[in-house]
């Protein structure tokens, strides 16, 4: 699907551009898988260490609230035996888990409002990497975060206009992978 997709922008931009475009410009993103899974291995990296990063702060601030009160009282006292007695047992797993529900809720919030700002920034790689192909993913990623420094709320203020296209991709994502 990331090929077809980074094919099809190809195809979209040669029309924008007044370009001839035919059915082989859609088999353009396979000709640049390379740079294309770079910059997307790239991307995933920077998503995974801005979530450990965060993941001492959203702690902290899940122990020092009435969020961890449950926790705390299940936990209370155990020495590290009965400790992992409760992790072998899958019904005092599952109990665990549910009281581990709130960090998991704060987490997930605290991680989207942080990575937003991110996905913003790195919207225009895909691109530049379908206009030029000799740059790299760095370069490409590095470029976009620079066009899109002062035009995020201006691309923002375009999503919320689009908010139905955003609405039934969502639908589609979940279908597809909603088990």
């Known amino acids: ?8 922008l190809y195809a979209m931009l040669r029309i924008g551009r007044k370009l001839y475009a035919d059915k082989n410009d859609l088999k353009e993103g396979f000709r640049r898988f390379g740079p294309m899974i770079r910059m997307f291995l790239i991307q995933t990296l920077l998503y995974l260490a801005l979530g ?9 601030v899940y122990m020092f609230t009435p969020l961890s009160d449950g926790l705390l009282e299940a936990t209370a006292g155990m020495t590290e035996a009965q400790m992992n007695a409760m992790l072998q047992d899958p019904a005092q797993m599952e109990q665990l888990m549910g009281l581990m529900m709130p960090f998991l809720i704060v987490f997930a919030v605290i991680f989207l409002v942080a990575m937003i700002p991110i996905r913003f920034h790195f919207r225009m790689a895909n691109y530049l990497l379908v206009d030029n192909p000799r740059r790299g993913a760095f370069s490409a990623l590095r470029e976009s975060f620079r066009m899109m420094r002062r035009n995020c709320l201006k691309l923002l203020k375009v999503d ?10 969502l639908l589609a994502g979940l279908l597809a992978y909603g088990d």
Do not use: E
């Not at 699907?1 to 099809?8: A, E, F, H, K, V």
């Open 52 to 60: 450990m990063a965060l993941v001492y702060p959203i702690t902290i």
């Open 160 to 169: 919320l206009h689009l908010w139905w296209y955003h609405a039934l991709m």
């Open 1 to 8: 699907q990331m090929c077809l997709s980074l094919g099809y």
